[in-house]
């Protein structure tokens, strides 16, 4: 696999014999590895280590080289690629970061910029296609907008009627449900809230009736009229 020809933002190396040994001393050799794909063989580190010099010599080089920028032991090392001009003058090519072992190249400011106006022309895109799926338009009325919720229609089955069935509780599950329930009403009791007092019922004392007779007068009349008559006789028919 040729590394150079893919996008260096997206791949990572490792070499898991190093990992557990790496240090601020041994991280640049641990990166000048042959299998790292940041690596470049031509650089100075790699003139300095074939030769065996000392790595203060490279100050007074000039060309490609890999200094260690920043260590935070044992997990965090940065590796800075550089041009070198002169003793004091460089200019910085790329970054990369060692995590846990893994390498990966820092991205630059334009990657980071791209990224973030792709992301938000992605999201504004999605949102003008939603919009665009609630606009109705109408002759008489013109355009319009209905926001109600897109219901799903599912394809009629005539012979076969699905019904979703429900999972049945396991015994685990209803003994634990119990088991809690009854703690929780240990813990916390009902409550009875007595009745609210009632006010004292007023006796009414009761007035004694008594009961009126009338009496009521007969006339003479009447009282004549009252006396019982005896029956008128028989008397006998002439033939």
């Known amino acids: 696999m040729d590394h150079k020809t893919e996008n260096a933002l997206g791949i990572s190396w ?47 080089m000039t060309g490609l080289e890999y200094s260690l920028l920043h260590a935070q032991e044992p997990i965090l090392y940065v590796i800075r690629k550089q041009h070198r001009h002169s003793p004091t003058q460089v ?24 990224s973030r106006l792709l992301n938000t022309l992605h999201n504004l895109q999605s949102a003008f296609d939603e919009a665009l799926g609630y606009a109705r338009f109408h002759p008489s009325r013109g355009y319009s907008w209905e926001f109600k919720v897109k ?17 049945a509780s396991s015994a685990f599950q209803r003994q634990r449900v119990d088991l809690l329930l009854g703690e929780l009403a240990k813990k916390h009791p009902p409550l009875f809230m007595p009745p609210p007092p009632q006010p004292p019922a007023k006796v009414i004392p009761h ?7 009338k009496t ?24």
């Not at 990166?31 to 940041?38: G, L, M």
């Not at 893994?102 to 980071?112: A, F, I, N, R, W």
């Not at 219901?151 to 999972?167: Q, Y």
């Open 207 to 213: 007035e004694e009736v008594k009961p009126e007779i």
């Open 14 to 60: 490792h070499d898991t014999a190093w990992v557990p040994h790496l240090n601020q001393s041994n991280i640049l050799d641990y990166f000048s590895e042959r299998s790292n794909p940041f690596y470049d063989r031509t650089c100075n580190n790699e003139t300095i280590k074939m030769q065996r010099l000392n790595p203060d010599q490279m100050l007074n």
């Open 151 to 167: 219901e799903e229609k599912e394809p009629a089955v005539k012979d076969k009627k699905i019904k979703k069935k429900e999972e």
């Open 216 to 239: 009521e007068k007969l006339d003479e009349k009447s009282a004549g009229n009252s006396i019982m008559r005896p029956p008128p006789e028989k008397r006998p028919k002439l033939r």
């Open 91 to 114: 200019t910085p090519l790329a970054d990369y970061y060692i995590i846990a072992g893994t390498v990966y190249q820092s991205p630059d400011l334009c990657s980071v910029v791209n």
